[in-house]
């Protein structure tokens, strides 16, 4: 690498010649015996105020009863009512009705039981719902990005610092937010926290689509024009943060008005990526229009028909391989045989000329490119959908050529010569952000950021 981008070492050669000396810029090193340089890796699809949330809530994901989950929840409610300082509410998160002993969620009744007089909001481990005592109207709203006292603010930004620095531990240097609800305001706060890595972000469609909104193209040359377009892109100019598409919830938007979405995103100037984990919201995306650029995300199930679909319309699939490892009791207990067979597709799709990406959605499930790879080597349920370390390998890694930023990693094992199921363990010994030693030892590294990097 080269001023934090991939350089060509012929090229080099030819610069030298031409008098133009790149040769002192120049650091070698020599890897651990055994270790291998690749492209570092992306996580295509995570909600990181959401992670955060979760990272600073009780846990509720390792329960496995009712009863477990309530005397989770009031012990913390005994800690809330001791803390002084406290906001006076007990956050949790990660319940999944799959995962407890009784198959169903706490009613309102025991939750106001397990709570007393302190307020309780229970996450869904999906993020897709919120329990709450009927107390809950004291409690602050939202994820706590918006505090005003800032006191929930601070503990987000804390939990970010050391999110940032698990996933530079995981080789991960660049991410897309992919939150629904995303406008300007959220763009602003995701920059606020300072990530290492690199970010993209989707945008809900109220973002795009004001009254008074104007095409994104308009938005770029008439910078100064109000309107809703030009305040997501100021905030995104303005935050270095690129705005990959509107994202499209069949779930909130309801599954008739997807195609009229889909309309609105391209008519203002952006890709589509439609949430599709269950087939009708997948025809619902194929029926929508989409076309290349557009992204779906999940595919959760997929016809046999809808793959060939996929492939024509040229929008490519955003999945999530550790899903089908670490939730197949879920699917076990939920979904037929045959439907098991449609389930996160990749073999197919890309047989079919699909293009596919591998995401964590954390915090659905905990983030980690290597384990996804090994997950979409070594699936059991569809394990005709299994794919080799390769293929898996080229759905993590940021694509990289000569020119691109140097986005590297040094990892401690060459993961074509263990057995597949082990490279969710190999270690990642450096990664590298545009040149910028991210995580590794900074005694054993080099660190060489581009001429005018943001740090
Ligand atoms: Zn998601």
Redesign the pocket.
């Known amino acids: 690498m080269l001023d934090g981008r991939i350089v060509d070492m012929a090229s080099l050669g030819t610069a030298a010649a031409a008098g133009d000396d790149p040769s002192a810029a120049i650091t070698t090193v020599e890897l651990p015996p055994g270790s291998v340089v690749l492209p570092a890796f992306v996580d295509e699809?995570?909600?990181i105020f959401a992670a955060l949330a979760a990272r600073t809530s009780v846990d509720l994901s390792a329960a496995r009863s009712l009863a477990e989950v309530l005397d989770l929840l009031r012990v913390a409610a005994d800690a809330a009512r001791r803390h002084p300082t406290g906001s006076g509410a007990v956050r949790a998160w990660g319940i999944d009705e799959f995962d407890l002993a009784e198959r169903r969620l706490p009613s309102v009744a025991e939750l106001d039981a397990a709570g007393g007089d302190v307020p309780l909001v229970v996450h869904h481990r999906t993020?897709h719902a919120v329990i709450t005592t009927t107390r809950t109207a004291l409690a602050p709203a939202g994820d706590g990005r918006r505090d005003p006292t800032g006191a929930r603010w601070r503990v987000l930004a804390e939990e970010a610092e050391r999110l940032s620095r698990e996933l530079a531990g995981l080789g991960v240097v660049e991410l897309c937010d992919?939150?629904d609800g995303n406008g300007a305001e959220d763009l602003r706060a995701l920059a606020e926290l300072g990530l290492t890595q690199r970010l993209r972000a989707m945008v809900g469609i109220d973002a795009v689509s004001a009254p008074n909104a104007v095409s994104a193209a308009n938005a770029v040359s008439a910078p100064n024009a109000v309107s809703a377009v030009g305040g997501v892109w100021s905030a995104a100019a303005d935050t270095g943060i690129d705005i990959e598409a509107v994202k499209v919830m069949p779930p909130r938007c309801g599954l008739d008005r997807v195609a009229d979405v889909i309309r609105r995103a391209h008519a203002a100037g952006f890709a589509a990526a439609v949430?599709a984990v269950d087939i009708d919201e997948l025809q619902a995306a194929l029926d929508g229009g989409l076309r290349p650029g557009d992204r779906v995300?999940?595919a959760g199930l997929c016809l046999p028909e809808q793959v060939a679909r996929l492939a024509a319309s040229g929008a490519m699939v955003v999945t999530q391989p550790t899903f089908v490892t670490r939730r197949a009791h879920k699917y076990r207990a939920a979904l037929s045989t045959v439907e098991q067979a449609w389930l996160y597709r990749v073999r197919s799709l890309l047989d079919a000329g699909v293009a596919v990406r591998f995401s964590s959605?954390a915090p659905?499930v905990p983030p980690g490119p290597l384990e996804q790879v090994a997950a979409a080597a070594t699936r059991r349920l569809g394990p005709h959908e299994r794919v080799d370390v390769a293929t898996a390998l080229a759905s993590v890694c940021r694509p990289a050529a000569v020119g691109d930023p140097a986005d590297l990693v040094v990892l401690a094992a060459d993961p074509f010569d263990v057995e597949q199921a082990a490279v969710a363990g190999i270690g990642v010994v450096a990664t590298w952000r545009a040149g910028e030693l991210i995580h590794g030892d900074p005694r054993r590294w080099p660190s060489a950021p581009p001429p005018g990097a943001r740090r």
Request: proline share 0%.
């Open positions: 699809h995570v909600h993020g992919t939150s949430h995300e999940h959605d659905v």
